[in-house]
């Protein structure tokens, strides 16, 4: 919907200037603003029949909330050289290796922390750490997916991992499975959780208790990993994100 540059504007809002988008949506009903962590701006979603300088002015009279929430927001994670990041839930500090061969590798660190280790030059690390990760997550998913679709006697069609905003996974009418690659930065349990939640929507279509206790069934701690996805699953998204 949004991302194709055309029908926005780009302007600031407050007296620090933050960066604030105005979106035209033809859908939209109303304004809609929300502050965006991920590129540090405002972005300003607005009908057809109202101006950007309408839009503008609804956003600046909301200039001190958007601050509050771009300041408040979790810190970015930006994929370079020394940077701490989870993966699959523990600490790890990216190394760039920009003279070693072989692609990117999890290392043991000094002092207990692991790495991982990105070869190649430093203008691609972000690229190839990312790459490396969706292969991760598809390596990690795929054989759970089998695992937990034999358990419940349950055909999965095809399963794609990709960069999704607000679902975590889902699962199509004709068995396809869809999957957060972030969900390779969580913790395994809670990667676990996702999987079988989504297995269990092959048997079960909807969230009625007899869908939870299909759930309940495949893994032992799911109101735990729900609470984590809550609490902690929003800070993914603003790991690996460039802040331009
Ligand atoms: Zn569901």
New binding site residues.
Partial sequence: MDGDGRGTTLTTLGPDSIPLRIRRNRRAKRLILRADPATGEAVVTRPTWVSDAEAAAFAEKQAAWVRARLASAPPLVVFADGVEMPFLGQPHVIRHRPDARGGVWIAQGEGGIAEIHVTGRAEHLPRRLGDWLRREARRRIQPRVEAAAAALNAKPGRITVRDTKSRW???AANGNLSFSWRLVLAPERVLDYVVA??V??LREHN?GPR?WALVQGLIADMDDCRKWLRDEGGALHLIGADGA
Avoid: D, I, R
Wanted: charged residues 10%; aromatic residues 12%.
């Fill in positions: 996974g889902s699962c939640h989504e269990a929507h969230h869908f």
